[in-house]
C-alpha cells in the first residue's frame, strides 16, 4: 500500500514549456486534491476532484489545467510554465474530511 | 470556513509535553477542529480532529474548549522527530457524496524541539 505517490519528484522547466504532473493513489479515495506552497507560506489549493471524471477550480487555478480520466490518478498540467509557478507542488486524497498527501514536486521554472 | 490564529513558533523540551495553542472564535456549530503537520519539505501530515468532545489517539490529544472558541493540541512527549509546522484548521464535516473542497492552511506554528 503506497498511499499517495506524485511523479516526478524534481523538475527544472523554462519560461513557456508544458509538464504534467501525476498523482496517484491505491487507496480507492473518492476525493484528490492539488496543492502548491510557496517558501514560508501554507498550502494553497489548485483544482480538486470529488471523483472520476469530475475537476473543480480551488483557491489558485490560473495557469493549470488537470484532468481525471481514472478514479486513482489526478493529472495536473502547466501549458505554458512561468517563473511565478515555481513552488513545491501537493497532490493529496480523501474519502471524507482527512486528507493524505503525496512527498511533493519541486518545480523550479527559469 | 471560520478563521485561525496560532503562534508563529514555540520551543519545547524533548520529553516534555508540547501544548499546541488555536483560537477558533468564529467557529460555526457544525465545524470541526483539523490538526495536520508538516516535518521539512514533506507533505502535511493528519494528526487529530474533533467537534466538542477531547480526543486522543496515538499521535495526541486535542482539547477544545467548552464555549469551542480555542483548543490546544498535546503532544505528550515530544521528541525531536516532532519538530514540524503544526496547523490548526477548521472546516465543516461532510458526508460521502457532498461538497468536498479542500483545506485552508494559514502559516501555522512552528514547533522546535530542543535537546
Known amino acids: 500500500n503506497a498511499g499517495v505517490t506524485q511523479t516526478p519528484k524534481f523538475r527544472v522547466l523554462k519560461t513557456g514549456q508544458s509538464m504534467t504532473l501525476l498523482c496517484a493513489q491505491d487507496m480507492n479515495h473518492e476525493y484528490m486534491y492539488w496543492y502548491r506552497q510557496d517558501p514560508g507560506m501554507g498550502l494553497r489549493l489548485i483544482h480538486y476532484?470529488?471523483?472520476?471524471?469530475?475537476?473543480a477550480k480551488g483557491e489558485v487555478p490560473d495557469g493549470y489545467n488537470v484532468s481525471r480520466l481514472k478514479k486513482q490518478n489526478f493529472l495536473l498540467g502547466l501549458e505554458s510554465a512561468a517563473p511565478s509557478q515555481t513552488s513545491v507542488y501537493f497532490c493529496?486524497?480523501?474519502?471524507?474530511?482527512?486528507?493524505?498527501f503525496g512527498p511533493g514536486t519541486r518545480l523550479t521554472v527559469l | 470556513d471560520a478563521k485561525t490564529t496560532q503562534p508563529t513558533s514555540m520551543d519545547c523540551a524533548e520529553g516534555r509535553a508540547a501544548n499546541l495553542p488555536c483560537n477558533h472564535s468564529?467557529?460555526?456549530?457544525?465545524?470541526?477542529v483539523y490538526w495536520y503537520r508538516q516535518i521539512h519539505s514533506q507533505g502535511p501530515q493528519y494528526i487529530i480532529h474533533g467537534l466538542k468532545n477531547n480526543e486522543t489517539n496515538e499521535m495526541a490529544s486535542l482539547i477544545i474548549t467548552e464555549d469551542r472558541k480555542s483548543s490546544t493540541l498535546i503532544l505528550p512527549h515530544a521528541t525531536l522527530r516532532d519538530t514540524a509546522v503544526y496547523y490548526c484548521?477548521?472546516?465543516?464535516?461532510?458526508?460521502?457524496?457532498?461538497?468536498?473542497?479542500?483545506?485552508?492552511f494559514g502559516k501555522g506554528t512552528h514547533l522546535i524541539i530542543q535537546p
Open positions: 493529496a486524497s480523501s474519502r471524507v474530511n482527512t486528507q493524505y
Open positions: 468564529t467557529i460555526s456549530g457544525n465545524e470541526y
Open positions: 484548521i477548521v472546516r465543516v464535516e461532510f458526508t460521502s457524496g457532498g461538497g468536498a473542497d479542500g483545506l485552508t
Open positions: 476532484s470529488v471523483g472520476e471524471g469530475t475537476t
